[in-house]
């Protein structure tokens, strides 16, 4: 008798992935994934081994595709069913006599749960239950981490499903929009909005709604410039103008008051948007799937959590999309301080209550009230004392307020959650498969794209890209300024500038936060945090070894003057600042330097006096 199923969740909607508790499994290869894909895309259905074979090789097929095929499905049962011998392998992969069949409930894949929350919405909105068709539109959605499919569409040979499924999304995301205008949660849905005007850039009807959702979310600049970027558009490639649709959402937002005009209703007072502060960057996450879950599944259970990490691994961002996905559990909403620029426990107390629109005085309460609120507090590392200080007092004081805060160092507090974000994956060249599909590698092309015209990624090129985001650490942020390079650079000539990255990689960027607008100021700020001392000893592990032990650092150290140096506590302090990762080994601690943190540390012994 077969056992009981494995308790594993499958994932497709973003990049293909199976758990297994909370083990992450290892699919293998590109091709070998490519067939996992094609099962799980229909769950409990046979796929046929004809359509397998066109799903991974398309009409181009070797001779040995059906035996290659039946070894790819042994290798994926001995990854699903490990403990199984290998004729009992077929609970999760079954046979049937035309082809295979992944054998799991629906409820433990993202599309099946997709399909079914959809059609349970569409029943709601037909029993003109609309509040419900509502919700049940945005769980579905919620299933989606990347509405372009892009792994699958790198994966599959045939893309006919892919192109039905991403069709199902946009139907979904038009209706969870257009009931989110009617209902008046424009602000809740401008996200979903925005990728759907992403993904259907010459629908009008999708247009449309995101100019309205725009400006009835209180950002009419922002919709009004939207609209005039669509109408110039539509003009280059079709030679059309915006027709009726899309000229009434203008006109409408057009005609609305700026937020400082005279109200036209005194009956009808303006009511704050549920998300306050700072908006979230635009465009989705690369390779953070993972990470997005979560953290806001631990957002879910838990009232604080730290995000913590190398600098430019972005967590950022990762916040700030993990704040939308959290946006509708709680009431009062989301408010956001980006906290790059403040001092001291008073100016944070001063910028959130700022967003919150609250008086301050000396009291805690003052900052958010009796909010059901969620907080963010962004780049704290330079303020971790006052900032622990402030979050103690707020969360002690009110049970409805949860804090998440991202920060180099972590905060201290003995309630504290941490959710680590490591520099993404750059891909593994030397084993045969294209970097191609490796989140680094994809940062990089969907950046360089937008500033080159003429750069495209292939299977070629990948090779030297992976080599440039390998030299910058995998870490998003300087992927994405040496993608911005690509506006003068070629490839080649941008593979000669990583050698000096601190000072080469530097290309105009003018927004918000200062720290990020060029590598050596992001790096510079963690060492900002140090004292003298540990300044002095960052700057000489630049002489050691990539991967050194506690000796080692005391020998680097033992001519420095002053103080006496304790060395573990030095290091662990290097830890904590994450300008060093420690490695755990039977023999001890080992300890290692991105290569981008070791190019800092060499600037900086060079400047010492000798």
Same mark, same amino acid.
């Given at each position: ?21 909370? &083990? ?21 259905e046979?796929? $046929? ?20 095929? %039946? ?6 049962r ?36 997709f ?33 372009d ?21 946009? &139907? ?32 009008? !009807?999708?247009?449309? /709604? ?22 110039a ?7 059309? !103008? ?28 303006? $009511? ?7 908006g ?18 631990? =957002? ?22 993990a ?12 408010? +956001?301080?980006? $906290? ?6 008073? !100016?944070?107390s ?23 609120l ?26 409805? #307020? ?10 201290g507090?003995?309630? &504290? ?14 084993e ?8 680094? #590698? ?23 890209v ?14 994405? =300024? ?27 960027? /003018?927004?918000?936060?200062? %720290? ?5 100021? $992001? ?27 506690? &000796? ?44 981008? +943190? ?5 600037? =900086?012994?060079? =400047?010492?006096?000798?």
């Amino acid at each position: 008798m077969p056992g009981r199923l494995p308790d594993i969740q499958i994932q497709t909607l973003g990049e293909v992935q199976v758990r297994r508790g909370t &083990e992450l499994l290892d699919l293998g290869p590109a091709k070998q994934r490519a067939v996992f894909a094609a099962l799980a895309l229909s769950p409990g259905e046979t796929v $046929t081994t004809t359509a397998l074979r066109e799903a991974v090789w398309g009409a181009d097929q070797p001779k040995s595709a059906r035996q290659v095929l %039946h070894t790819y499905i042994a290798r994926l049962r001995q990854i699903l069913e490990p403990q199984l011998p290998p004729h009992e392998r077929v609970q999760v992969i079954s046979s049937t006599s035309a082809g295979y069949r992944l054998a799991v409930d629906a409820e433990h894949v993202d599309v099946a749960r997709f399909h079914t929350v959809y059609a349970q919405a569409r029943r709601a909105r037909a029993e003109q239950d609309a509040v419900g068709a509502f919700q049940l539109l945005g769980a579905a959605l919620a299933e989606w981490r990347d509405p372009d499919l892009a792994e699958l569409s790198a994966l599959l040979q045939s893309t006919d499903a892919i192109d039905a499924l991403h069709r199902t999304w946009c &139907e979904a995301a038009l209706e969870y929009v257009t009931l989110g205008l009617e209902l008046g949660h424009a602000v809740n849905v401008i996200a979903v909005a925005q990728q759907l005007a992403t993904a259907e850039p010459l629908d009008e !009807e999708a247009q449309a /709604r995101y100019v309205a959702a725009l400006g009835q979310g209180g950002r009419r600049a922002t919709a009004i410039a939207h609209f005039h970027q669509v109408q110039a558009r539509l003009s280059e490639e079709l030679g059309v !103008e915006p027709g009726a649709e899309l000229t009434r959402a203008y006109q409408q937002v057009a005609r609305r008051p700026e937020p400082s005009d005279p109200q036209p209703s005194a009956t009808q007072p303006p $009511t704050r948007p549920p998300w306050r502060g700072p908006g979230p960057g635009i465009g989705g996450l690369i390779g953070r799937e993972a990470d997005l879950a979560g953290v806001t599944g631990k =957002l879910t259970r838990h009232r604080l959590l730290t995000v913590v990490g190398p600098p430019g691994s972005g967590k950022s961002a990762l916040a700030q999309q993990a704040a939308v996905h959290m946006l509708g559990r709680f009431s009062d909403g989301v408010a +956001v301080v980006e $906290t790059s620029e403040l001092t001291g426990h008073r !100016e944070l107390s001063l910028g959130l209550a700022r967003v919150t629109g609250r008086q301050v005085d000396d009291d805690a309460g003052a900052m958010v009230g009796d909010k059901h609120l969620l907080v963010l507090l962004d780049n704290v590392e330079h303020l971790v004392g006052p900032c622990a200080r402030m979050v103690d007092e707020v969360l002690r004081t009110f049970r409805r #307020v949860s804090m998440l805060v991202t920060t180099r160092e972590r905060l201290g507090l003995p309630y &504290e959650t941490l959710w680590p974000v490591h520099p993404l994956a750059v891909g593994a060249p030397g084993e045969g498969e294209s970097p191609v599909h490796a989140p680094a #590698v994809r940062l990089f092309a969907q950046r360089a794209m937008q500033v080159s015209l003429d750069f495209q990624l292939t299977p070629e090129n990948a090779y030297t890209v992976a080599s440039i985001c390998s030299r910058l650490d995998g870490l998003p942020l300087a992927i994405e =300024l040496a993608a911005a390079c690509m506006a003068t650079d070629t490839l080649d000539e941008l593979k000669v500038r990583v050698a000096r990255p601190l000072r080469e990689i530097n290309p105009p960027r /003018r927004y918000p936060p200062a %720290h990020q607008h060029s590598l050596w100021s $992001t790096l510079q700020r963690s060492v900002d945090c140090l004292n003298a001392t540990e300044r002095r000893c960052f700057s000489r592990l630049a002489h050691l070894r990539s991967i050194f032990g506690q &000796e080692d650092a005391a020998r680097a150290w033992s001519q420095q003057s002053g103080p006496q140096i304790e060395v573990r506590a030095v290091l662990d302090r290097l830890v904590d600042a994450s300008l060093l990762n420690v490695i755990h080994t039977p023999a001890g601690p080992m300890y290692g330097m991105l290569r981008l +943190v070791r190019c800092l540390a060499q600037e =900086l012994a060079d =400047l010492e006096p000798p």
